[in-house]
């Protein structure tokens, strides 16, 4: 059992690890759209995008497969652990959208003040489900 409890607390390490390096990503999309450079902007967000992607599977896969059945809407008699996974994936849905959305606004229109707009609010909600997941999923598992 402690050995299960030391694996998950390096690999929750290892997801915080990841959200700081996604930060970076995103950041240097912020910097090079702020500096009028769409086509380092696209590529950015892109590769943010991928990244994204790529962590919210494994986390999917990995931290909340088992919790609950894999549906996005509540169910009577969810318990807190069913319900807390149901709220993340639900909140990786909303985060992939968004970033999906400010990619085809930079590729289809090179609109980099939309793109701009609309990533303020993926920041937004980017920060609030790390932390929460952090505070709520990693800390409380490790």
Not at 89 to 111: G, I, N, P, T
Request: proline fraction near 1%.
């Amino acid at each position: 059992m402690e050995e299960r409890r030391a694996s998950e607390a390096g690999s929750f390490e290892s997801r915080i690890a990841e959200h700081r390096l996604l930060d970076q990503g995103f950041g240097r999309f912020v910097a090079a759209a702020s500096a009028g450079d769409a086509g380092q902007a696209l590529e950015a967000i892109e590769a943010f995008d991928g990244e994204m992607r790529r962590h919210m599977e494994h986390e999917e896969r990995d931290v909340y497969r088992g919790a609950g059945d894999g549906k996005l809407i509540s169910r009577p008699g969810e318990d807190e652990t069913a319900r807390l996974a149901r709220e993340m994936r639900l909140e990786h849905v909303q985060l992939r959208e968004l970033s999906a959305m400010v990619c085809r606004l930079l590729a289809e229109k090179r609109d980099l003040l939309g793109a701009l707009r609309l990533a303020a609010n993926l920041a937004r909600r980017w920060d609030s489900h790390t932390t929460r997941e952090e505070r709520e999923v990693f800390r409380s598992g490790s």
